[in-house]
Nanobody, 113 residues
Framework: VQLVESGGGLVQAGGSLRLSCAAS????????MGWYRQATGKQRELVTL???????NYADSVKGRFTISRDNAESTLYLQMNSLKPEDTAVYYC????????WGQGTQVTVSS
């Protein structure tokens, strides 16, 4: 399974970004996909995930601001981020869990105050 993120960038506080994760390969083995982030000097943390059944889970820090979605036909995972805050600044990683754990290369999101 290969995961390629895109959509990161620099945005002012209060702004929005949408991240995309294009998945390819043996996707039949994947049952959970999600987004994680890692800020400089901090551990990687879960932002949100979505199961194959469509159930979602969000970190408390992003509830009400971020939305995870997927397009099964396009094998693409999305993360809509609204009302961005400087503390959302991090490298965002796409993750897929199945037989193994797969990661994308990450995309930088920088929120200026």
């Amino acid at each position: 399974v290969q995961l390629v993120e895109s959509g990161g960038g620099l945005v002012q506080a209060g702004g929005s970004l949408r991240l995309s994760c294009a998945a390819s390969g043996s996707l039949f083995s994947i049952n959970v996909m999600g987004w994680y982030r890692q800020a400089t000097g901090k551990q990687r943390e879960l932002v949100t995930l979505i199961t194959s059944g469509g159930s979602t889970n969000y970190a408390d820090s992003v509830k009400g601001r971020f939305t995870i979605s997927r397009d099964n036909a396009e094998s693409t995972l999305y993360l809509q981020m609204n009302s961005l805050k400087p503390e959302d600044t991090a490298v965002y990683y796409c993750n897929a869990q199945g037989t193994f754990d797969y990661w994308g290369q990450g995309t930088q999101v920088t929120v200026s105050s």
